[in-house]
């Protein structure tokens, strides 16, 4: 078991930019593949990016390249997400997942933080 507790989220304006962290106790972090992903009120939640546990495989979902990345610190159990150019679009609550395999499937992941709004103005 790990839980996942995710910060950093706020109210920013269209162009600015976000961190995203996540930090995870219990069983050991590097063992998991982590996930960011999102969701929008009466919408299904969505994958936005993820981590494999020591690799540095990455994969975002197409309309965050270039501007969104994800990275993990294994020494601190912690999982980012720096966000850039943020459009209003981009606003949702954000959540941190594990896997103990490698998938961009929401249904793979068995662990989720609570989840941390960010509200992009335009």
């Known amino acids: 078991q790990v839980q996942l507790v995710e910060s950093g989220g706020g109210l920013v304006q269209a162009g600015g930019s976000l961190r995203l962290s996540c930090v995870a106790s219990?069983?050991?972090?590097?063992?998991?593949?982590m996930g960011w992903f999102r969701q929008v009120p009466g919408k299904e939640r969505e994958f936005v990016a993820a981590?494999?546990?020591?690799?540095?495989?990455?994969d975002y979902v197409d309309s965050v390249k270039g501007r969104f990345t994800i990275s993990r610190d294994n020494a601190k159990n912690t999982l980012f997400l720096q966000m850039n150019s943020l459009k209003p679009e981009n606003t949702a609550v954000y959540y941190c997942?594990?896997?103990?395999?490698?998938?961009?499937?929401?249904?793979?992941?068995?662990?989720w933080g609570q989840g941390t709004q960010v509200t992009v103005s335009s």
């Open positions: 219990g069983r050991t972090f590097s063992y998991y593949t």
């Open positions: 981590i494999s546990r020591s690799d540095g495989r990455t």
């Open positions: 997942a594990g896997h103990g395999g490698y998938s961009i499937r929401t249904n793979a992941y068995n662990y």
